[in-house]
């Protein structure tokens, strides 16, 4: 029996609001405890003209550089609206995730007596029809919009592709990208050339991709970075479809129809020699991007980091989730964009610390954020002073009158992660509409700068002896940050607003 919690699964669960501290809401619509209104009256400060500043500044994106160039938002499993393995697949994930300026969706696509259907194969998975999936994409993306990359995961056998390519070229019409485009060269393409437009991900196999590949520097081991992933569950169906159920896991060969589709992304998983081969064309297909699982690029660090860095210079990288994350928890997004991968793939099912890495280092753009030219290698010395004055409106726990709350601090960094607690605040009969907390906290770091260093206040509660529970949480890319006094505006751990604010003070200082 399918446990109830994750048939009930609302797709609203998506809609992530990590744009309100670029974009702060009517000043007149947030309560400030009466602390607050005294420590700012006290200092000077208007209450109501702070409430309109931003605590994180809008990033503008370049637009014309080669694709490779940039850091993609991306999904996993993009159809399911909760777990993996029990999650149900709906049509309106796409239209929420891209809402939300995802750039790259997955498509896992199998054939069945009803034609072709999206759901995650050979799990408990309830499917939704591949024809409502790409409806639900085309009514997604505008005219101006920077493009979607669709990766699509294709196990229809080959007899059938014929019918997965009418249904999107009926459907997506000319927002699809069916040809080369005229007087632009693969390797010059950018986002200003592709606006509006789909670019399909379709599968290549080499012969050498079965090949036993040794355990070397650049190819690894077999099971993690040669071999077709054998994902999660290999029996269990949902779905009683008897077409389905003999289907066999292994990717289907693609049929020219469709390979043709994939001009500007042909997908392949390592084989020998990947890292350093140039994979010319012929033999190989033009604009080969490698699609990569996150442990094979885990066992590759940090010794072949400066070769993975120089590789995403000249091609793109997708790197996908290990299988085993059955509840669809997140990899950490900032090891594979330290190394250059461009095209990062997270389960958006999931607010957790990789989403909220990704929400910080996307939210407010187009979904394409220009790759740093520096990767490794710090830009200079800096100091990180923050003061942590108090919170207005923090919600209570549910069924708890009485609780402990505490400021976490978090800096990510190349170099080294720090952190920073608050004192513990006992807070008895809350009421309902939350409460309010005074910290008066402040904390200093000093650290080597890079550009993709993140920084991430949460508010917790103690627990005691059991693990403390999160409650609200902030994360912003440190070069996005305001500096001075700010309200940061708290979301809930599902990424939501609550009217919660904090008021801080970021200043940062070379030294």
């Given at each position: 029996m ?17 744009t ?6 009517a ?7 009466l602390?607050?209104?005294s ?5 000077g ?38 777990w ?22 997955e ?30 994409i085309?009514e ?13 995961e ?10 997965l ?6 459907t ?9 485009l ?6 010059s ?9 789909i ?6 196999y ?6 036993e ?11 993690s970075c ?29 049929a ?15 084989i ?16 080969i ?23 995403s210079?000249?091609r ?22 330290r190394?250059?991968?461009q ?6 099912q ?11 280092m ?52 190349s ?10 605040i ?37 627990r005691g ?24 505006h708290l979301?809930s ?15 940062i200082?070379?030294?």
């Amino acid at each position: 029996m399918i446990p109830k919690a994750f048939e009930t699964v609302s797709s609203a669960h998506l809609s992530l609001e990590t744009t309100i501290n670029i974009y702060p809401p009517a000043s007149d619509a947030i309560r400030l405890s009466l602390d607050i209104l005294s420590f700012l009256k006290q200092n000077g400060l208007d209450a109501h003209e702070l409430l309109k500043l931003p605590a994180v500044r809008l990033r503008v994106v370049d637009d014309t550089r080669p694709l490779r160039d940039y850091f993609v938002s991306s999904s996993h499993n993009t159809y399911l609206l909760a777990w993996q393995v029990l999650g149900r697949a709906s049509s309106e994930c796409y239209t929420h995730v891209l809402s939300k300026n995802a750039r790259c969706v997955e498509i896992d696509v199998w054939w069945s007596s009803k034609g072709p259907i999206v759901t995650h194969g050979h799990t408990l998975s309830r499917s939704v029809t591949f024809k409502a999936v790409c409806e639900a994409i085309d009514e997604a993306i505008r005219d101006e919009d920077w493009p979607v990359i669709i990766s699509l995961e294709c196990h229809v056998p080959i007899a059938h592709q014929g019918e997965l390519v009418d249904i999107m070229k009926d459907t997506w019409g000319n927002k699809l990208v069916q040809e080369p485009l005229e007087g632009v060269g693969g390797d010059s393409i950018s986002p200003r050339d592709l606006k509006g437009k789909i670019l399909l991900m379709v599968e290549y196999y080499p012969d050498a991709y079965c090949e036993e590949i040794s355990a070397d520097s650049e190819a690894l081991d077999h099971d993690s970075c040669t071999s077709i992933e054998y994902d999660e569950i290999s029996e269990l169906h949902y779905e009683i479809d008897p077409v389905l159920k003999m289907a066999n896991h292994a990717h289907a060969k693609i049929a020219d129809s469709l390979a043709d589709l994939g001009f500007y992304a042909r997908s392949m998983k390592p084989i020998k020699h990947w890292l350093t081969e140039e994979l010319p064309s012929p033999p190989y297909p033009q604009n080969i991007l490698m699609n990569i699982n996150e442990s094979c690029m885990l066992s590759m660090l940090p010794h072949s980091l400066s070769e993975l860095i120089e590789h995403s210079l000249h091609r793109i990288r997708r790197i996908y989730p290990r299988g085993v994350r059955l509840s669809s928890s997140n990899l950490d997004p900032l090891k594979q964009w330290r190394n250059g991968s461009q095209i990062v793939c997270l389960n958006w099912q999931n607010f957790d610390c990789g989403m909220q890495l990704n929400e910080a280092m996307f939210a407010g753009t187009p979904g394409w954020v220009e790759k740093p030219r520096r990767l490794t290698g710090a830009e200079r010395n800096v100091k990180l002073t923050c003061n942590v004055i108090g919170i207005s409106s923090l919600p209570r726990p549910k069924e708890h009158t009485e609780f402990t709350p505490y400021v976490h601090a978090e800096l990510f960094n190349s170099s080294k992660n720090q952190d920073w607690q608050s004192e513990h605040i006992k807070c008895k009969d809350v009421p309902e509409d939350g409460v309010d907390v005074t910290w008066n906290g402040c904390f200093e770091w000093k650290f080597e700068e890079d550009d993709l260093t993140f920084i991430r206040l949460r508010i917790l509660c103690y627990r005691g002896l059991l693990r403390d529970e999160e409650m609200l949480v902030f994360c912003a890319r440190l070069h996005d940050l305001e500096e001075g006094w700010r309200f940061i505006h708290l979301l809930s751990m599902d990424g939501r607003r609550t009217g919660a604010t904090l008021l801080v003070r970021f200043t940062i200082s070379g030294i």
